[in-house]
Every structure is written in structure tokens, then in C-alpha cells.
């Protein structure tokens, strides 16, 4: 085997004694580096089935040492086995991006069998000589973008709880309910929560709160379903007030509304709101899912 580093614009490679390494290629044989476009390569070379039929292929792989973070290669390139008899290349040409986690790419160079007829030249005496060039290696900018996994348990199961406010009429500062507790997933978090009501002079004000944070890992959150309402004490009957869906996390652990029920409507008798200066707020929260967000880099290379 020689010629295993080199500096000029086309690498060679030459192996000598083919057969003793073909059974360990399916796995990928490689050469040693070369730098080329100011960059370090070597080839891989493998053996791959497709349709029952055996190819020889042969790639280009980047040394990621050698490649600034975060930086990604738009890479034109061509992979060639040499034919002896005739005294040409058979090339194959690739384009592909190179980056950490995309650093190899091989293309299908023919099959095995056609290889190794000595009519066609390119195995002699167990001898083959392979090459590659790297016509263009340009850095290519990557956006950075944001990705989200979220993870939703097989039962959704609602939490209610009842928050009795007793004499209204003196509240003079933001309340909270106790704390209640509003599901717990399989993953290690739990979610707990508190109600606040704060009364202004024409509406009350609400806040659906998390009281600890308990999820791991940092960068996530708890998606929740969320009802509020305010019961009929005279009718039993409740007056929706507000729902949605909201994601509490260590950085957004509330969500807050303002002009949640005018005092009037909640002071009027026929409402049945406001008994012997008590008012209920009945909270229904749905966990649906714990959620993990990261900073991703995006380039063309990306699956989406």
C-alpha cells in the first residue's frame, strides 16, 4: 500500500493485495489523510449489496479536526479507480455537505464482479489504484433555528381543584390559593400550581401560576390544557371565564389575565357569583406533554 499522504490536487491510493482485505471492507477500509482545499480527507472503501447484487463503493470522508466549528463544507468532488489496461479513469463525481455528524460520503463505483474482471482492468495481480480530487470546498453559513421535541402521554387525565374565597369584600391586596397539584408524568418533574386573584376597581384579575419547578432537563417545559371558571353557587352551575393552553417553564412559570369578570357582574345577586361575601374559582388543568427545545444549526444538508 503506498502513497497514503499526499499534498497534491489529486490523491492516489494503491493498494496492494486486494483479496486479503476484502472481507473486512463491508465495514470500510480507509486510507490515511491527505489535505486538499486546506483541508484533511482519506477515502473509505466499502462494499455494499443492492438487489441482491454486491457494489464496490468508495468515499470521501472529512477530518472534523480540521474544519472551524460551526462551519459547514459545500464540497464538489470526484472518486476514480484506475484502469490499467486501457489507461483511464473511471470517474464518478459527488457534491455533498460536509459538517460534525455529516463528515462521510461514499458513492456506488460499480459492482464487485465488474471490478474484479481482469478484462475491464481495474483489479491486476490483486492490484487496484483508486483516486480522488476535491475540486471546491466552500464554507457555507448556517442559520441557527430552534428544534422542539415533545413527548405526550398515553392518557391525558384533567385536574379540577376549588378555590373558596371567603370575604371578598376586604380584599385590599393580590391573593393565592393553596398550592395544588396537577399531574406528574413518568420522567422526573413534577408540576404544581397556585392560583392569584387580585381585585382592581371594575374587574378582578387572575393568574394561573407555577409554584415549583421540578422539570428536567432545564430546556423544557409542561404543555397544559387549562380551564378557569367561577361558579353559579345559587344554580350550581359554572361561568367560563377563560381557557387555553399554555407551556410553563423556569423562564415563563404564569400566565396572567386582566378584566377577567367585571366586579358588577360578579357582585350581582341573580348571578349567584357572590353568596355571603364567598366566591369560587374552579380550575381545570390537562397535562399534554413535556416538551424539550435546543438550538439547532441548519444547513442544506438538514432532514427537514
Given amino acids: 500500500m503506498g502513497n497514503v499522504f499526499a499534498r ?39 462494499v455494499s449489496s443492492e438487489d441482491k447484487t454486491s457494489y464496490l463503493r468508495l468515499g470521501l470522508c472529512l477530518d472534523v479536526s480540521s474544519l472551524p466549528p460551526p462551519v459547514t463544507l459545500k464540497v464538489d468532488y470526484k472518486l476514480g479507480i484506475y484502469d490499467e489496461l486501457h489507461g483511464n479513469h473511471k470517474w464518478e463525481k459527488g457534491k455533498n455537505y460536509f459538517a460534525p455528524g455529516y463528515t462521510c460520503w461514499s458513492l456506488s463505483m460499480m459492482p464487485i464482479k465488474t471490478f474484479k474482471s481482469r478484462a475491464n482492468g481495474f483489479l491486476i495481480n490483486d492490484d487496484c489504484f483508486l483516486s480522488a480530487e476535491v475540486t471546491n470546498a466552500s464554507p457555507v453559513v448556517r442559520h441557527i433555528g430552534a428544534s422542539e421535541c415533545s413527548f405526550v402521554p398515553k392518557q391525558m387525565i384533567s385536574y379540577s381543584n376549588r378555590w373558596t374565597i371567603r370575604n371578598f369584600s376586604t380584599i385590599q391586596k393580590p391573593i393565592s390559593s393553596e398550592v395544588f397539584e396537577a399531574g406528574r408524568l413518568k420522567c422526573p418533574c413534577g408540576m404544581f400550581r397556585h392560583l392569584a386573584l387580585e381585585k382592581t376597581v371594575d374587574f378582578i384579575v387572575l393568574c394561573l401560576k407555577l409554584d415549583q419547578y421540578t422539570i428536567k432537563p432545564p430546556n423544557s417545559a409542561e404543555n397544559v390544557k387549562f380551564a378557569l371558571h367561577v361558579m353559579d353557587q345559587v344554580e350550581g352551575n359554572h361561568k367560563n371565564l377563560l381557557s387555553g393552553q399554555h407551556a410553563f417553564s423556569s423562564k415563563i412559570n404564569s400566565v396572567g389575565w386582566q378584566k377577567v369578570l367585571h366586579l358588577e357582574d360578579l357582585q350581582n345577586p341573580s348571578n349567584g357569583f357572590l353568596v355571603n361575601d364567598t366566591c369560587i374559582i374552579v380550575a381545570s388543568v390537562t397535562v399534554l406533554g413535556l416538551s424539550t427545545y435546543h438550538d439547532v444549526l441548519l444547513s442544506h444538508y438538514d432532514p427537514f
Fill in 8 to 46: 497534491k490536487k489529486i490523491f492516489k491510493w494503491s493498494i496492494r493485495g486486494f483479496s486479503s482485505i476484502e472481507n473486512n471492507i463491508k465495514s470500510g477500509y480507509y486510507s490515511g489523510y491527505f489535505e486538499a482545499k486546506g483541508y484533511r480527507w482519506r477515502l473509505k472503501l466499502v
